[in-house]
């Protein structure tokens, strides 16, 4: 089965073909980074008309490197939420022209529900797939969560963010230190060469037995530091590394805690915030004392990606989940649909 996955929910114009929902024939992303930085975030009336404008040759590109034509579908899976109203319209649109057009099944997909699909697909990170029931954690710009997975169609939540997610609070706080943008990625970058113990941020709800998270008292104690102090060139690494693993320390906390009281011994983690390496290196050390395994997709499959949406959307086609042309978008679309 051959599935175009079409992804526009922020600014990432990105286009896929999955094979059998785990082969990835083609995966095309078209960055909108460099358009967006110079307002230090995402525009949303920008990233709206970049998509419109590279929409079309995306696809194309995605269909070229598969080998495949249109008429090779078997069918079209399209990101419908949640995500920025505009940028969902021209891929949820185009998905739908599509459909019509080769008569071919159209599935909406839940950008969540295709971050956890993603470690199902074919590559060098992940030579096996977790088994159900698993755990995962969906860490990005907009969500952090915890999730129970019994199946595909079986996701409990379990835990969540009371406020800010993590990925937010990375770019907030690169905002604040003038890194740029994105600013996640940076602050890794930085923290690498710092001592994480330079500097004691506070972690929220760190004693307490639940698994819920909260960011927004990290970032006023950043934003608190920088105004009594703030980091010259060299100090910057001491300063990025010690925030880091504020987020890093709750984020390995809550995940343990969640493998005990479920049960389980399997973590996936997903979402752009996974691709961080300071995370996937105290995950990778919990795992080996705790002695649970640790699923991570491959960086390029933890930011947004179109071949996660192909992921997702064959496993719905072949569970016998369609959607009509009268699909719409939801950008505040909710966790409770990612099972749909």
Known sequence: MLVLGIETSCDETAAAVIEDGRRVRADVVASQILVHAEYGGVVPEVASRQHLA??????????????????????????????????????????????????????????????????????????????????????????TALFRLEGPAEV???????????GEAFDKVAKLLGLGYPGGVRIDKL????????????????????LDFSFSGLKTAVATEIARRAPDEAALPDFCASFQAAVVDVLVRKSRRALTRER?????????????????????????????RLYIPSPRYCTDNAAMIGAAGSSMLARGVRSTLALSV?????????AA
């Not at 159209?106 to 074919?122: D, T």
């Not at 060469?193 to 004693?207: E, I, K, S, V």
């Open 156 to 166: 409990r939540q379990i835990g969540a963010t009371r406020d800010d997610a993590a």
């Open 330 to 338: 939801d950008p505040g679309l909710s966790v409770a649909s990612v």
């Open 191 to 210: 923290s690498a060469g710092g001592n994480p113990q330079a500097l004691h941020f506070p972690r929220a709800l760190a004693g307490k037995d639940d």
């Open 54 to 143: 590279t929409v079309v040759p995306v696809v194309r590109g995605a269909l070229a490197q598969a080998g495949v034509r249109l008429a090779d579908l078997d069918g079209i899976a399209v990101t419908c939420g949640p995500g920025l109203v505009g940028a969902l319209l021209v891929g949820v649109e185009t998905a739908k022209a599509l459909a019509y057009a080769l008569d071919r099944p159209l599935v909406g997909v839940n950008h969540l529900a295709g971050h956890l699909a993603a470690v199902f697909l074919e590559q060098p990170a992940i030579p096996a797939p977790p088994p159900y029931p698993h755990l995962a954690l969906l860490v990005s710009g907009g969500h």
């Open 264 to 292: 389980l011994g399997d973590l996936v983690v997903c979402g752009g915030v996974a691709a961080n390496r300071g995370l996937r290196a105290a995950l990778a050390a919990a795992g080996q004392e705790d002695g649970f």
